[in-house]
């Protein structure tokens, strides 16, 4: 007698890995972007139709179940091959001619891909990107997920998984109300900061970690009360004299197009920047392409942005 066995989708597995790796359904469900009660009717098919039990739930937690442990690898296995025959198939076509999957942190996005992707599209027509942002570390781990095709981002940890190529040095710009003793210097002495306070974003955000470092190397106080959304909401508060911030140059550069509330300035004789890199994975099949798209984004960049990035200084990553 033979049995008719159903295959389960590739969505089920991806779920199943998914709450496999949170081991909490709201969180796998968001991380998916599905609800909850779509997740949870997929992994019950998916049981149904494996006929083993893969989670173990109860009022304080799941927990992968005997059988789950020992689908896992089998289910992350058909992932990474679903996802390398698709970068097959892209790369057996004109790479000019794919959409990638571009990832970019919201402090960085909104203010360099308007200035750079008319000349891209310009020079490679038929390239086109699907744009997600994320943190840094997030668009990492993303990446390495498959997630993301490639990332725009500024890493400062190495990877042996991860390609990069430097892009540019982005200045950071200090802020102050316009009102502030200190506000008509275009060089400020870092230690005139001793003390005070400044304030930054979110600690979800990559660049929160760097204005802290940067405020404890010159015992500047962080203020953890008001802490910005995002760009805007920073400088909103300092206009309204609640402290002083760094900003990105490239935010300067994009939207402070009336600064007459703000002071902007530097640190003398202390150059904060922070570097960003175009990153893929190693084992792309589209590697050779990303890296001469690496170098038209840099030759743009330093026609467009040269008053507000640096391209000439990079390091090598």
């Not at 007698?1 to 199943?16: C, G, H, T, V």
């Not at 091959?81 to 999957?101: I, K």
């Not at 909104?110 to 038929?126: E, F, K, N, Q, S």
């Not at 050779?288 to 960049?301: E, G, P, T």
Request: hydrophobic share 40%.
């Amino acid at each position: 007698m033979q049995l008719n066995y159903k295959m389960p989708s590739l969505n089920q597995i991806r779920y199943f890995v998914s709450v496999a790796r949170h081991l909490n359904f709201r969180r796998a469900a968001q991380a998916l972007g599905i609800s909850q009660p779509t997740l949870t009717s997929q992994i019950n098919a998916l049981e149904a139709t494996l006929g083993v039990v893969l989670f173990e739930r109860s009022r304080s937690g799941t927990l992968l179940s005997s059988q789950g442990r020992a689908l896992l690898h089998s289910a992350e296995a058909v992932l990474h091959a679903s996802q390398e025959l698709g970068e097959v198939a892209r790369s057996l076509s004109d790479g000019e001619n794919t959409t990638y999957r571009l990832g970019i942190p919201p402090t960085l996005g909104p203010y360099l891909l308007p200035h750079i992707l008319p000349d891209i599209h310009l020079a490679r027509p038929g390239l086109k990107f699907y744009v997600r942002e994320a943190a840094p570390r997030q668009l990492q781990q993303g990446l390495l997920a498959g997630e993301y095709d490639l990332i725009l981002s500024p890493m400062s940890n190495q990877n042996s998984q991860i390609q990069v190529q430097p892009l540019f040095l982005e200045p950071l710009k200090f802020v102050l109300p316009s009102d502030h003793a200190l506000a008509g210097y275009d060089y400020i002495q870092p230690t005139a900061i001793r003390g005070e306070k400044v304030l930054t974003l979110e600690d979800r955000h990559h660049f929160h970690y760097q204005v802290q470092e940067i405020c404890l190397q010159l015992g500047a106080n962080v203020d953890r009360d008001y802490e910005g959304t995002s760009l805007d909401t920073l400088r909103q508060m300092v206009v309204m004299g609640m402290g002083m911030a760094f900003l990105p140059g490239l935010y300067v550069h994009s939207e402070l197009h009336k600064p007459e509330a703000l002071h902007v300035c530097e640190l003398a004789d202390m150059p904060i920047v922070r570097q960003h890199v175009l990153a893929w994975r190693n084992t792309s099949p589209a590697r050779a392409f990303f890296r001469d798209l690496a170098s038209l984004m840099r030759s743009v960049i330093e026609q467009r942005l040269s008053d507000a990035v640096s391209v000439s200084d990079l390091t090598d990553v």
